[in-house]
């Protein structure tokens, strides 16, 4: 079970507290855009296994959203920010990679 805290309120909590709201940091496309950037955004999602980034909503808290950085094979959560950023902080990256050396961060 995951275990998230929302950086909004600060709760610790059970994921059964929080609702996921699929993929952070994806392009939305706005009017004038064409069918396939729009079907694209709807459907075309990453599924990797590893280091994964999220939205997700705290619906039985404050009732905001933010995003998790967690791996999607072990479940461990690195961390929790804000759903305003473009891209995740630089300590959510680092300490990804302080358990995952390896781990490069997809452009």
């Not at 998790?68 to 759903?83: D, N, Q």
Request: glycine share 10%; charged share 25%; with cysteine.
């Amino acid at each position: 079970m995951l275990i998230l805290t929302c950086p909004n309120c600060g709760i610790t909590a059970e994921e059964t507290e929080f609702h996921g709201g699929g993929e952070a940091h994806i392009t939305r496309f706005s009017t004038g855009s064409g069918d396939g950037d729009f079907t694209s955004y709807l459907f075309d999602k990453k599924n990797p296994r590893g280091v994964v980034f999220e939205r997700w909503q705290h619906v039985f808290g404050c009732g905001k959203w933010f995003h998790a950085a967690r791996c999607s094979a072990t479940l461990e959560v690195f961390g929790t920010y804000s759903a305003q950023t473009f891209e995740p902080p630089a300590d959510i990256i680092k300490a990804i990679k302080n358990k995952r050396p390896e781990w490069e961060m997809e452009t």
